[in-house]
Protein backbone atom coordinates (compact mmCIF):
# COMPACT_ATOMS: atom_id res chain seq x y z
CA UNK A 1 0.00 0.00 0.00
CA UNK A 2 2.67 2.42 0.95
CA UNK A 3 4.49 1.52 -2.29
CA UNK A 4 1.53 2.38 -4.28
CA UNK A 5 0.85 5.59 -2.22
CA UNK A 6 4.60 6.63 -3.57
CA UNK A 7 3.50 5.82 -6.78
CA UNK A 8 0.67 8.22 -7.13
CA UNK A 9 3.08 10.82 -5.55
CA UNK A 10 5.82 10.12 -8.07
CA UNK A 11 4.35 9.39 -11.42
CA UNK A 12 0.62 10.79 -10.78
CA UNK A 13 -2.84 8.70 -10.45
CA UNK A 14 -2.55 5.26 -12.25
CA UNK A 15 -4.68 2.15 -12.52
CA UNK A 16 -1.14 0.13 -11.44
CA UNK A 17 -0.72 1.95 -8.42
CA UNK A 18 -4.63 1.33 -7.86
CA UNK A 19 -3.95 -2.33 -7.95
CA UNK A 20 -0.74 -2.62 -5.90
CA UNK A 21 -2.87 -0.48 -3.05
CA UNK A 22 -5.42 -3.00 -3.65
CA UNK A 23 -3.53 -5.89 -3.31
CA UNK A 24 -1.81 -4.46 0.09
CA UNK A 25 -5.39 -4.17 1.38
CA UNK A 26 -6.25 -7.79 -0.09
CA UNK A 27 -2.94 -9.18 1.61
CA UNK A 28 -4.04 -7.53 5.41
CA UNK A 29 -7.23 -8.52 4.93
CA UNK A 30 -6.54 -12.32 4.21
CA UNK A 31 -3.87 -11.89 7.01
CA UNK A 32 -6.38 -10.31 9.70
CA UNK A 33 -8.83 -13.19 8.89
CA UNK A 34 -6.53 -15.67 9.35
CA UNK A 35 -5.02 -14.51 12.59
CA UNK A 36 -9.05 -14.83 14.05
CA UNK A 37 -8.31 -18.25 12.83
CA UNK A 38 -5.20 -19.62 14.95
CA UNK A 39 -4.92 -20.44 18.36
CA UNK A 40 -1.40 -18.60 18.97
CA UNK A 41 -1.89 -15.94 16.41
CA UNK A 42 1.16 -13.62 15.63
CA UNK A 43 -0.94 -11.09 15.80
CA UNK A 44 -3.65 -11.24 18.90
CA UNK A 45 -6.63 -9.46 17.65
CA UNK A 46 -8.75 -10.36 20.97
CA UNK A 47 -6.78 -7.59 22.43
CA UNK A 48 -8.39 -5.06 20.82
CA UNK A 49 -11.54 -6.03 22.61
CA UNK A 50 -9.77 -4.35 25.76
CA UNK A 51 -10.78 -0.32 25.69
CA UNK A 52 -7.39 0.91 27.21
CA UNK A 53 -5.32 -1.09 24.67
CA UNK A 54 -7.53 -0.14 21.60
CA UNK A 55 -7.78 3.53 22.88
CA UNK A 56 -3.61 3.59 23.45
CA UNK A 57 -2.59 1.81 20.11
CA UNK A 58 -5.00 4.28 18.30
CA UNK A 59 -3.49 7.40 19.83
CA UNK A 60 0.22 6.25 18.98
CA UNK A 61 -0.17 4.96 15.65
CA UNK A 62 -2.31 8.25 14.67
CA UNK A 63 0.24 10.61 16.90
CA UNK A 64 3.46 8.41 14.71
CA UNK A 65 1.71 8.89 11.56
CA UNK A 66 1.07 12.56 12.26
CA UNK A 67 4.49 13.31 13.78
CA UNK A 68 6.82 11.35 10.76
CA UNK A 69 4.41 12.76 8.45
CA UNK A 70 5.14 17.09 9.10
CA UNK A 71 9.24 15.96 10.19
CA UNK A 72 9.88 15.11 6.80
CA UNK A 73 8.84 18.65 5.86
CA UNK A 74 10.41 20.69 8.56
CA UNK A 75 13.86 19.35 7.86
CA UNK A 76 13.76 20.79 4.20
CA UNK A 77 12.76 23.34 5.34
CA UNK A 78 15.23 24.20 7.75
CA UNK A 79 17.11 23.87 4.77
CA UNK A 80 15.97 24.38 1.25
CA UNK A 81 13.83 27.26 2.31
CA UNK A 82 15.18 29.21 5.06
CA UNK A 83 18.42 28.53 4.12
CA UNK A 84 20.78 26.80 7.21
CA UNK A 85 23.13 24.72 6.96
CA UNK A 86 23.04 21.12 8.34
CA UNK A 87 24.60 21.66 11.12
CA UNK A 88 22.45 25.02 12.27
CA UNK A 89 19.54 22.56 10.78
CA UNK A 90 20.56 19.81 13.16
CA UNK A 91 20.89 22.39 16.26
CA UNK A 92 17.34 23.94 16.10
CA UNK A 93 15.70 20.15 15.99
CA UNK A 94 17.93 19.47 19.43
CA UNK A 95 15.44 20.90 22.02
CA UNK A 96 12.71 18.84 19.76
CA UNK A 97 14.83 16.04 21.11
CA UNK A 98 15.40 17.03 24.34
CA UNK A 99 11.70 17.96 24.59
CA UNK A 100 11.01 14.03 24.12
CA UNK A 101 13.67 12.93 27.44
CA UNK A 102 12.12 15.54 29.46
CA UNK A 103 8.73 14.81 28.88
CA UNK A 104 9.39 11.06 29.33
CA UNK A 105 11.14 12.00 33.02
CA UNK A 106 8.29 13.68 33.69
CA UNK A 107 4.83 11.43 33.15
CA UNK A 108 5.67 9.07 35.79
CA UNK A 109 5.91 11.80 37.95
CA UNK A 110 2.84 13.42 36.81
CA UNK A 111 1.17 10.34 36.60
CA UNK A 112 0.91 9.87 40.59
CA UNK A 113 -0.84 13.26 40.95
CA UNK A 114 -2.91 13.05 37.54
CA UNK A 115 -5.11 10.52 36.09
CA UNK A 116 -3.75 8.74 32.95
CA UNK A 117 -6.37 9.85 31.03
CA UNK A 118 -5.76 13.85 31.36
CA UNK A 119 -2.32 13.04 30.68
CA UNK A 120 -2.77 11.14 28.01
CA UNK A 121 -5.88 13.63 25.97
CA UNK A 122 -3.99 16.55 27.38
CA UNK A 123 -1.07 15.60 26.04
CA UNK A 124 -2.62 14.80 22.87
CA UNK A 125 -3.88 18.53 22.78
CA UNK A 126 -0.79 20.02 23.23
CA UNK A 127 0.76 18.03 19.85
CA UNK A 128 -2.08 19.35 18.04
CA UNK A 129 -1.21 22.84 19.33
CA UNK A 130 2.70 22.13 17.91
CA UNK A 131 1.40 20.80 14.43
CA UNK A 132 -0.89 24.33 14.53
CA UNK A 133 1.96 26.20 15.29
CA UNK A 134 4.04 24.94 11.93
CA UNK A 135 1.24 26.89 10.19
CA UNK A 136 3.30 30.40 10.91
CA UNK A 137 6.35 29.20 8.80
CA UNK A 138 5.69 31.54 6.17
CA UNK A 139 5.65 34.84 8.84
CA UNK A 140 9.05 37.00 9.89
CA UNK A 141 9.64 35.13 12.75
CA UNK A 142 9.42 31.64 10.87
CA UNK A 143 11.99 29.98 12.69
CA UNK A 144 11.05 30.74 15.69
CA UNK A 145 7.54 28.92 15.47
CA UNK A 146 8.85 25.79 13.90
CA UNK A 147 11.34 25.47 17.12
CA UNK A 148 8.23 26.24 19.69
CA UNK A 149 6.21 24.29 17.39
CA UNK A 150 8.88 21.46 18.14
CA UNK A 151 9.02 21.94 22.02
CA UNK A 152 5.33 22.00 22.62
CA UNK A 153 4.73 18.67 19.80
CA UNK A 154 7.49 17.16 22.07
CA UNK A 155 6.38 17.70 25.27
CA UNK A 156 2.80 16.79 24.17
CA UNK A 157 4.03 13.46 22.22
CA UNK A 158 6.10 12.06 25.09
CA UNK A 159 3.78 11.21 27.76
CA UNK A 160 1.55 9.65 24.78
CA UNK A 161 4.06 7.41 23.93
CA UNK A 162 5.51 6.54 27.26
CA UNK A 163 2.33 6.59 29.16
CA UNK A 164 0.44 4.66 25.78
CA UNK A 165 2.88 1.98 26.15
CA UNK A 166 2.53 1.27 29.53
CA UNK A 167 -1.40 0.99 28.83
CA UNK A 168 -0.95 -0.99 26.02
CA UNK A 169 1.26 -3.72 28.08
CA UNK A 170 -0.36 -3.33 31.18
CA UNK A 171 -4.34 -3.33 29.63
CA UNK A 172 -2.66 -7.18 28.18
CA UNK A 173 -3.11 -10.14 30.38
CA UNK A 174 0.47 -11.37 31.47
CA UNK A 175 0.70 -14.43 28.98
CA UNK A 176 0.22 -11.87 26.10
CA UNK A 177 2.17 -8.90 27.07
CA UNK A 178 5.18 -9.95 24.55
CA UNK A 179 2.07 -10.04 22.10
CA UNK A 180 1.27 -6.95 22.96
CA UNK A 181 4.64 -5.04 23.05
CA UNK A 182 5.08 -6.04 19.69
CA UNK A 183 1.50 -4.90 18.63
CA UNK A 184 2.77 -1.55 19.61
CA UNK A 185 5.57 -1.46 18.07
CA UNK A 186 4.76 -2.41 15.00
CA UNK A 187 2.10 -0.04 14.69
CA UNK A 188 4.31 2.48 15.61
CA UNK A 189 6.63 1.34 12.71
CA UNK A 190 3.98 1.01 10.31
CA UNK A 191 2.07 4.38 11.04
CA UNK A 192 5.21 6.32 10.82
CA UNK A 193 6.11 5.25 7.11
CA UNK A 194 2.68 4.97 6.48
CA UNK A 195 2.56 8.85 7.48
CA UNK A 196 6.03 9.67 5.39
CA UNK A 197 3.97 8.21 2.08
CA UNK A 198 0.73 9.84 2.87
CA UNK A 199 1.89 13.02 3.71
CA UNK A 200 5.30 13.35 0.99
CA UNK A 201 2.47 12.34 -1.43
CA UNK A 202 -0.07 15.14 -0.42
CA UNK A 203 2.68 17.25 0.00
CA UNK A 204 4.42 16.61 -3.63
CA UNK A 205 1.26 16.98 -5.14
CA UNK A 206 0.43 20.14 -3.27
CA UNK A 207 4.16 21.26 -4.45
CA UNK A 208 3.61 20.39 -7.93
CA UNK A 209 0.70 21.59 -8.25
CA UNK A 210 1.43 25.60 -6.55
CA UNK A 211 4.86 25.53 -9.02
CA UNK A 212 3.40 24.88 -12.09
CA UNK A 213 0.75 27.73 -11.58
CA UNK A 214 3.17 30.12 -10.36
CA UNK A 215 6.26 29.26 -12.70
CA UNK A 216 7.67 32.19 -14.20
CA UNK A 217 8.20 32.95 -18.02
CA UNK A 218 10.92 32.06 -19.57
CA UNK A 219 12.14 28.96 -17.64
CA UNK A 220 13.06 25.97 -19.98
CA UNK A 221 11.07 23.31 -20.28
CA UNK A 222 13.70 20.96 -18.89
CA UNK A 223 14.37 23.15 -16.11
CA UNK A 224 10.59 23.43 -14.98
CA UNK A 225 10.12 19.79 -15.36
CA UNK A 226 13.56 19.39 -12.78
CA UNK A 227 12.37 21.60 -10.31
CA UNK A 228 8.70 20.35 -9.92
CA UNK A 229 10.10 16.83 -8.55
CA UNK A 230 10.84 17.71 -4.96
CA UNK A 231 12.26 21.49 -3.93
CA UNK A 232 15.68 19.88 -3.72
CA UNK A 233 15.62 19.47 -7.06
CA UNK A 234 14.32 22.81 -8.06
CA UNK A 235 17.51 24.49 -5.44
CA UNK A 236 19.88 22.06 -7.54
CA UNK A 237 18.44 23.25 -11.13
CA UNK A 238 18.50 26.96 -10.37
CA UNK A 239 22.42 26.94 -10.91
CA UNK A 240 21.56 26.14 -14.48
CA UNK A 241 19.65 29.51 -14.33
CA UNK A 242 20.66 33.26 -14.64
CA UNK A 243 20.56 35.16 -11.25
CA UNK A 244 17.12 36.69 -11.78
CA UNK A 245 15.10 33.47 -13.30
CA UNK A 246 16.68 31.60 -10.58
CA UNK A 247 15.65 33.37 -7.90
CA UNK A 248 11.85 34.26 -9.42
CA UNK A 249 11.80 30.04 -9.59
CA UNK A 250 13.05 29.19 -6.19
CA UNK A 251 10.61 32.17 -4.72
CA UNK A 252 7.98 30.23 -6.40
CA UNK A 253 9.11 26.71 -5.57
CA UNK A 254 9.82 27.53 -1.51
CA UNK A 255 6.33 29.13 -1.39
CA UNK A 256 5.13 25.71 -2.89
CA UNK A 257 6.90 24.16 -0.27
CA UNK A 258 5.69 25.69 2.19
CA UNK A 259 2.36 25.73 1.46
CA UNK A 260 2.95 21.77 1.71
CA UNK A 261 4.27 21.93 4.96
CA UNK A 262 0.97 24.16 6.43
CA UNK A 263 -1.11 21.74 4.94
CA UNK A 264 0.45 18.61 6.40
CA UNK A 265 0.73 20.30 9.39
CA UNK A 266 -2.72 21.02 9.66
CA UNK A 267 -3.93 17.35 9.06
CA UNK A 268 -1.36 16.66 11.75
CA UNK A 269 -3.09 18.90 14.16
CA UNK A 270 -6.95 16.81 12.84
CA UNK A 271 -4.97 13.83 13.49
CA UNK A 272 -3.82 14.73 16.54
CA UNK A 273 -6.97 16.04 17.79
CA UNK A 274 -8.82 13.03 16.42
CA UNK A 275 -6.23 10.18 18.53
CA UNK A 276 -7.47 12.60 21.60
CA UNK A 277 -11.29 12.66 20.97
CA UNK A 278 -11.48 8.49 20.21
CA UNK A 279 -8.93 8.06 23.31
CA UNK A 280 -11.03 9.92 25.74
CA UNK A 281 -14.40 8.11 24.47
CA UNK A 282 -12.72 4.91 24.52
CA UNK A 283 -11.34 4.82 27.49
CA UNK A 284 -14.64 6.82 29.02
CA UNK A 285 -16.79 4.18 27.33
CA UNK A 286 -14.67 1.20 28.95
CA UNK A 287 -14.84 2.80 32.38
CA UNK A 288 -18.15 2.83 32.34
CA UNK A 289 -18.64 -0.51 31.35
CA UNK A 290 -16.48 -1.58 34.09
CA UNK A 291 -18.40 0.49 36.65
CA UNK A 292 -21.48 -1.10 35.10
CA UNK A 293 -20.10 -4.90 35.62
CA UNK A 294 -19.10 -4.35 39.31
CA UNK A 295 -22.19 -2.77 40.35
CA UNK A 296 -23.95 -5.83 39.17
CA UNK A 297 -21.84 -7.81 41.05
CA UNK A 298 -22.28 -6.15 43.70
Known amino acids: MIYGLKQIAQHGASWTAAAIIAAGFAVGVAFVRRQRRLPYPLLDLNLFMRPAFSAAIAAYALSCLAMFGVYIFITQYLQLVLGLDPLRAGLVTVPWALGFVA ?3 LAPRLARRVPPLSIFVGGLLAAAAGFLMVLLADRPYGLEAIMAGLIVM ?8 TIGNEMIITSAPPQRAGSASAISETSAEFSGALGIAVFGSMGTMIYRSGLSAGMPEGIPAQVAETASSTLGAAVAAAHALPTPQADAMLAV ?4 FVDAL ?3 AAVGAVLTLCAAVAAACILRGGSARAQALRDDAA
Do not use: E, I
Request: glycine residues 16%.
Open 103 to 105: GSL
Open 154 to 161: SLGMAPVF
Open 253 to 256: ARGA
Open 262 to 264: QLS
